[in-house]
Every structure is written in C-alpha cells, then in structure tokens.
C-alpha cells in the first residue's frame, strides 16, 4: 500500500478522531478510514486510523499573548486590571524608574573605568517589576542575571547594588563575585551564577523539598530564551513535570541572546509551546506590560500552590540595550530597529501614560521624581566607591562553618608570600 503525506486529518478524519476520543460510538460509513480508541503506555487515550497523518506544526494554534494594556497606555477592550490600589500601581511605577536611572549611572560608571562589568535591564523592566510584585516573600527566587528589578522590589537597596558593583567590604559576596552576581538570604534570593540554566534544575530539587512544606510557596526560576537552549531546560521541565512540583519558569523572551537571534536559536512557536511536550500548564503575556505580568504571574503562582504543579510563563518583551558592557549590539543588529522597539515597546512610557491616564501622575511629580533617584543612586555610588576592599581573610572564609586544615595551610601560605613580596603588591 502507498502511503501519502497529508497535511493533516481531513475534515472527516477529524471528526471521527474527536468523537472517539469522547468515548462516543463512531459511526460507519461507506469509504470513511475506520477510527478507533486505543490505549498504550507512555501516551494518553489516543486513536487508531489507517489513514497516514504526519503532523505539521503549523497546525497548530499558536499560544495567544495575554495583554491588559496597550501600548499607549490605554485598557484593552474588555480588559479585566488586576485589583490593586492606585499607592501599589505609582511604587512599582518607582521602582521601574529606579531601575532606569540605575542602569544609565552604573553603565556609565563601568566605562569610566569604575567597575568592572554591569549589564541593563533596559525594555524589561516591566517583566521584572511585575512579576516580583505578585510573588510573596516566602517565596524562593533564582534568577539568571538582568533580574535586578527582582532584587530591588524585594528591598534590595540602591546602596546594596552599588556596594556589590564595587566588591567593597559592605558588598555581597566579599569582592569574590563579579558584579550584578547578586543574592539575598533575607530577601529569599539565592545567589546568582554566571553559567546559563543551571538553576533551572535547582530550582526544581527545592521546589520538591517546598512540595512537602506546611506552608504554601513556590520557586519562581527567572531565565533568558537563551537559557532555553540548553539541556539543562529540557532536564529541569521534565522533572518538574513528572514531579509535580511548585515551581513558575519565568522565562524573558528579549529576540537575543546574547548576539544569538530567536531567529537562529530555535523554529517553534517560542518557549510556552514547548511547555505542552512536558504536560506543564503555560502562559504567554506581554513582558511590557506591567498590569499583564502582575496577572500572569499571580495566576500562575496560584495555580502551582492550588494544584502542586510547575508553570511556564513566557513574557514576551525586547532587550533595548547591550547584552552587557562587554557587548556592542549594533553589531548584530540594526539601530533603527531598537529605535522602533523604543517607541512602540517602552514598558516605562507605557505606564506612565496608564497612570497619567487615571490622573495618578503628572510631569510635575515625574520631573521630581527622576530628580531624586538620580541624587540617590549618585549618593550610593560615591559611597561604595569610597569603602574598603574586603580583608585578605575573606578569601578563605564562609566555605565551611570551621575552617579546615587545608585552608589555614593556604592562608598561611598566601600570607608569607605577601610577607617576602610587599613591593608586589
């Protein structure tokens, strides 16, 4: 027998399909393929057709992307706005400011010579703002690294950042990480690391333990497209799936990867489609809308405390700036097209409008209030420039809870070698 490559079920095929996996009788008729239920292990009630049917993608509908605001600043019609006081609205709006006037300051301070490295969160500053405003503090975070409105929502003091950008005595970390590699015990965040995805599987081994809490909480695992592309991704959803664990995958959907278009990096209809091959829930909302990821992310915490399951959010948004400051985006992509970004994608601008809008804001109190985050992140600058290095000590400290005999050899070690060499250093 030939076999013939179609498409997809035709219209009657299709029919009979659904019916038989309704459990309804299939009735015959003449020149109809026979259609019948069938179980097997390791899928879930499927059919049975001697019509060939190779699946095409581009059947498939493609996820839709949850939007509250346009991008104008105005409701989208029949637009439900989650139900929070016009004080919560103008502080996350703060706080996304903040973040702006972070980013311009501690950039420009890195190619002064001042510190080493930074990356922008600029053109997702509403993904970050957003779903940290959702979350609660009992629940855990591991992020990748352009999650510093995350940190900042959570308390994580202007004067924080600047203190770990310097590695100063009063920084996180000791000056033994580099900058915007940041956590909080206090705050609930674990500590950043550099490698991609790693703490997709993390996440998931202490969302198991978290499983088993008395008290409801998730862990909320922020990452880059990107980080999608490792098989890490793939390890972490699959355990988490058949686990069934708490645990949101908040995933940053900005076109790059570094200089790594999504163009190049994969051909399926984004992340949140590939929640479906690991039987996750998903959701994919506008990143750069601040009201739309509020709601997401509260939906999809609510779902994994209600039902113990793990959920995909897919926030769909754009890096505006550099992928760090060891990078030149111009390289691998055109000006005009961040120009464009710019206007029709600002998630800052659009809010403002929103707010405007309502009549919670106006220029006056958005003059005033760009006027004093930039004296404070200045402030703080000043202030961690001008603090002590941390001891050599901290090189050997906090490993383990006493020192080991193999650590006090190298201290001692390191100290006498700065003994016979103090022109050296």
């Excluded at 400011?97 to 509403?126: P, V």
């Excluded at 862990?219 to 098989?231: D, I, K, L, P």
């Excluded at 990096?265 to 990143?287: L, S, T």
Aim: proline letters at 5%; charged letters at 25%.
């Amino acid at each position: 027998m030939a076999l013939r490559r179609l498409a997809g079920p035709s219209a009657g095929l299709r029919r009979r399909l659904s019916t038989a996996l309704a459990g309804k009788a299939v009735p015959e008729a003449v020149n109809d393929p026979y259609v019948a239920s069938c179980t097997f292990v390791g899928i879930k009630s499927s059919v049975a057709t001697p019509e060939l049917v190779v699946q095409q993608p581009e059947e498939y509908p493609v996820f839709p992307v949850f939007r509250l605001l346009t991008p104008d600043g105005n409701p989208a019609p029949g637009a439900v706005l989650p139900d929070l006081d016009q004080a919560t609205w103008v502080d996350m709006y703060r706080k996304m400011c903040e973040l702006q006037t972070m980013d311009t300051i501690f950039y420009n301070s890195q190619r002064q010579g001042r510190i080493s490295f930074y990356m922008t969160c600029s053109g997702e500053e509403a993904a970050g703002i957003g779903s940290a405003a959702a979350l609660r503090p009992e629940d855990t975070i591991v992020a990748q690294y352009r999650e510093l409105g995350v940190f900042t929502w959570r308390g994580f003091t202007i004067q924080n950042v600047a203190d770990q950008l310097f590695s100063n005595e009063a920084g996180h970390g000791k000056g033994r990480q580099m900058p915007m590699h940041i956590g909080s015990k206090d705050l609930n965040i674990q500590t950043i690391s550099s490698p991609l995805a790693t703490q997709l599987p993390q996440a998931v081994g202490a969302a198991y333990a978290k499983k088993f809490d008395k008290e409801p909480s998730v862990m909320v695992c922020y990452f880059g497209e990107g980080a999608a592309s490792e098989g890490d991704f793939h390890a972490a959803l699959n355990f988490a799936s058949t686990l069934e664990v708490p645990v949101i995958f908040f995933c940053r959907n900005n076109g790059y990867a570094i200089s790594t278009s999504t163009k190049e990096q994969y051909r399926g209809d984004g992340i949140a489609a590939r929640a479906v091959g690991y039987g996750m829930h998903a959701i994919r909302v506008d990143g750069n809308d601040l009201a739309a990821v509020f709601a997401a992310t509260q939906s999809a915490r609510n779902l994994a405390i209600s039902e113990s399951k793990p959920v995909l959010v897919e926030a769909m948004t754009y890096r505006l700036g550099h992928h760090s400051t060891s990078d030149d985006s111009t390289r691998y992509r055109k000006i005009e097209e961040i120009r464009q970004y710019k206007e029709d994608s600002d998630p800052v601008a659009r809010f403002y409008n929103f707010m405007c809008q309502n009549e919670w804001w106006d220029a006056e109190q958005e003059e005033q209030l760009r006027q004093d985050t930039k004296a404070s992140v200045l402030k703080a600058l000043e202030t961690a420039e001008g603090r002590d290095k941390p001891g050599i000590s901290e090189i050997f400290s906090d490993v383990y809870d006493k020192k080991p005999k193999h650590l006090i050899e190298q201290e001692e070690s390191l100290l006498r070698h700065l003994d016979a060499h103090p022109d050296k250093y």
